[in-house]
T-cell receptor
Framework: DAKTTQPNSMESNEEEPVHLPCNHSTISGTDYIHWYRQLPSQGPEYVIHGLTSNVNNRMASLAIAEDRKSSTLILHRATLRDAAVYYCILRGTQGGSEKLVFGKGTKLTVNP | KAGVTQTPRYLIKTRGQQVTLSCSPISGHRSVSWYQQTPGQGLQFLFEYFSETQRNKGNFPGRFSGRQFSNSRSEMNVSTLELGDSALYLC??????????????FGPGTRLTVL
């Protein structure tokens, strides 16, 4: 499984934008970039995914580098409820398997 | 639409015992995956079931097993419990495959403590 590298922790202030980086230099051409987050005392939840183009949804934006070796999850206005561990995951077409390979993730702290 | 449910939410066992955890996926979802989460190892994939068949398996000893029923509900069993099995066990379900991936929906987990 291709590996991702994320900072262990990041800190932000409420209502400010947050940019969470992820490096994935060994990404293959068919790997999708997925982001999940895990709020305290909850299971992980899907945030966003992309392949080559930048993506936006109601939760966040995903900016993907042109060479696809890195990506950035953008929370436009952080709230206290965004404090969580954020995981960047590469997913390929593994014969239909739904397996997710989690790294250590980035623990985001949001200050009031 | 009800989310993924896991029972029980908390469980305390002693070494050597066995335990069975249950997961009910979201209605219509046919794939169920199990993960173990510990402070030291993070989230690790245990196994995945689809249409009552194990489709993928992580690197865990044979003491960890699972099964899936015709209604897609799944159970995982851990026999001869060890202290190191204390963890949060998470279940995830996925909708029918429509593209190269599927969003996974996680349950709240079962917190297992082995004394």
């Amino acid at each position: 499984d291709a590996k991702t590298t994320q900072p262990n922790s990041m800190e932000s202030n409420e209502e400010e934008p947050v940019h969470l980086p992820c490096n994935h230099s060994t990404i293959s051409g068919t790997d999708y970039i997925h982001w999940y987050r895990q709020l305290p005392s909850q299971g992980p939840e899907y945030v966003i995914h992309g392949l080559t183009s930048n993506v936006n949804n109601r939760m966040a934006s995903l900016a993907i580098a042109e060479d696809r070796k890195s990506s950035t999850l953008i929370l436009h206005r952080a709230t206290l409820r965004d404090a969580a561990v954020y995981y960047c995951i590469l997913r390929g077409t593994q014969g239909g398997s739904e397996k997710l390979v989690f790294g250590k993730g980035t623990k985001l702290t949001v200050n009031p | 639409k009800a989310g993924v449910t896991q029972t029980p939410r908390y469980l305390i066992k002693t070494r050597g015992q066995q335990v069975t955890l249950s997961c009910s996926p979201i209605s219509g979802h046919r794939s169920v995956s199990w993960y173990q989460q510990t402070p030291g190892q993070g989230l690790q994939f245990l196994f995945e079931y689809f249409s009552e068949t194990q489709r993928n398996k992580g690197n865990f000893p044979g003491r960890f097993s699972g099964r899936q029923f015709s209604n897609s509900r799944s159970e995982m069993n851990v026999s001869t419990l060890e202290l190191g099995d204390s963890a949060l066990y998470l279940c995830a379900s996925g909708p029918p495959l429509t593209s190269g991936y599927n969003e996974q929906f996680f349950g709240p987990g079962t917190r297992l403590t082995v004394l």
